[in-house]
């Protein structure tokens, strides 16, 4: 059978990579979603020339032309927000409504970014020289990669595209192998919608090995955001900072959802649901150590068992799906492993981690809550990135507060709880980038900073006009009169 490819976009046309992949639903292994291109190291290095060349002619676009283009696109991705949503949910597993929930985002972006475009001011600095002005300015970086995940494909790609292209970048995209058709479809619209000069935009999809690696190491390339693997991310910060580009690393999380005896238990119950098991626990900020004190443990375990039997995994795109099926087979190999890890290292499985049977074969597997785990355990210290999350029982919140921060990660933390002493505190003292008090760990608004610390994040802040300090750089001139 005939099939279309969708062909990578290079200096501003559209063209064929040396090989091509299908894309697989994996609600329905016989579903394939489209063929897609492969590019290899050659296509990257003219898509980075194209991006170099592109320079001088997107920079003279004014941030007026800039904003009205962001705006096109996240219109167009508004009013498509359907569609996309759908295509999205059935190549990666996430709910249909999730999907259309995650291109709306990815449209609302592009509109905050086009507002950014005309809000970056600079500084004048009192002179401490007579005579001596000294003013602050921002400007492009130049060349920037970006190297996006497949767990939210079309909102990850948009916050770090937006902001580049707003304040001045061109653009190389890389999107992750499992996910081209959310990328090759927002590529399209920011190539049409947008009308940006050639190359100032350019998609290459293909493996990380050969397109990952190019954009890594490629000299006219400036600045690399990646959001992925811890692995993946350490190597790419090495290679950049040796040879002295900018780099911003989204990595893994081992986010702690800490809940009190004074929680309000129906809260703490949707907050752990959501936070733990949606988007199939596939977020680097899911709650995936709950950590629960002994006064409300019994009746929040038979809550979550309530909830957790009510949950409906299926289809994704199948109306009233709670839960849609693990992304891949590797990632479902993982969920498995780590199931059966935490069982040998002295866990109970109390509900789930079942291998499910539905009308098309998929990877589908029910929510797993893992009890009777202790922070040292692996299945507590690494991340999972499935719909698997352990349970850690503490006698008082001092306990909690030094479990929840005694991790190698830091991205997201939660706590629920109506005492404000230990909210407040919390959010004093928990070591995480975010920390979320009655509302899940996973989650954020796209006009707040977004980031972690520790082994969760490196680099400036993604995300709201803390985008800025990634994608511009900070030029200070000093001026006398002649
Ligand atoms: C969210 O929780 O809304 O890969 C976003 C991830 C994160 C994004 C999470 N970088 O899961």
Redesign the pocket.
Request: hydrophobic share 40%; aromatic share 8%; glycine share 8%.
């Given at each position: 059978m005939h099939q279309t490819i969708h062909k990578n976009l290079i200096g501003g046309e559209w063209v064929e990579g040396p090989s091509a992949a299908e894309n697989i639903n994996p609600s329905d292994l016989s579903d394939v979603v489209g063929l897609y291109a492969r590019g290899d190291a050659c296509q990257t290095e003219q898509a980075i020339e194209a991006a170099q060349a592109a320079r001088p002619v997107w920079a003279v676009w004014t941030a007026e032309h800039r904003a009205d283009a962001l705006d096109r696109i996240g219109t167009e991705l508004l009013a498509r927000a359907e569609e996309l949503g759908d295509l999205l949910s059935r190549e990666e597993g996430k709910t249909r409504p999730e999907g259309i929930g995650e291109v709306i985002r990815a449209g609302r972006i592009f509109k905050f970014f086009a507002g950014e475009s005309l809000r970056l001011n600079g500084e004048l600095i009192p002179p401490i020289r007579q005579g001596v002005e000294v003013e602050v300015s921002r400007e492009p970086e130049g060349v920037v990669g970006i190297i996006t995940?497949w767990?939210?494909p079309i909102?990850?790609p948009a916050w770090k595209i937006a902001p580049a292209l707003a304040y001045g970048n061109t653009v190389v995209f890389k999107p992750a192998d499992l996910v081209p058709g959310s990328a090759w479809a927002l590529a399209e619209i920011i190539h049409r919608a947008g009308q940006l000069p050639a190359g100032a935009f350019n998609l290459v999809m293909g493996p990380g090995s050969q397109v990952g690696h190019s954009l890594v190491n490629a000299r006219q390339v400036r600045a690399v955001s990646f959001?992925g693997s811890a692995d993946t991310g350490a190597r790419i910060g090495l290679s950049c900072m040796q040879r002295g580009a900018k780099v911003q690393l989204?990595m893994g999380g081992k986010n702690p959802l800490v809940i009190l005896d004074d929680a309000h238990l129906d809260t703490a119950v949707s907050v752990a649901i959501q936070g733990s098991f949606y988007s199939t626990g596939q977020?680097?900020?899911g709650s995936s150590r709950l950590i629960v004190q002994s006064g409300i443990y019994p009746r929040f375990i038979a809550a979550m068992k309530e909830r957790m039997a009510a949950l409906r995994i299926d289809d994704a795109r199948q109306p009233g799906t709670d839960i849609g099926p693990v992304a891949s087979s590797a990632q479902f190999e993982q969920d498995l492993m780590y199931i059966h890890l935490a069982y040998e290292e002295g866990g109970q499985i109390a509900a789930g981690g079942e291998v499910l049977q539905r009308a098309t074969r998929g990877f589908y597997l029910s929510p797993a809550l893992i009890t009777e785990t202790d922070n040292t355990m692996r299945i507590n210290r690494e991340e999972v990135f499935g719909p698997v999350a352990s349970v850690i029982r503490v006698r008082d919140y001092d306990e909690a507060l030094h479990v929840a921060n005694d991790t190698a990660f830091g991205l997201s933390s939660g706590i629920c709880t109506t005492s404000l002493r230990h909210a407040t505190d919390f959010k004093r003292r928990s070591a995480a980038g975010m920390v979320m008090v009655n509302v899940p760990t996973?989650?954020?608004d796209y006009h707040a900073p977004f980031g972690g610390r520790k082994g969760s994040s490196h680099g400036a802040r993604e995300q709201g006009s803390y985008a800025r300090e990634f994608y511009t750089a900070v030029k200070t001139c000093y001026t006398a009169a002649g």
């Open positions: 995940p767990n939210f909102a990850i959001t989204e977020r680097c900020t996973a989650g954020v």
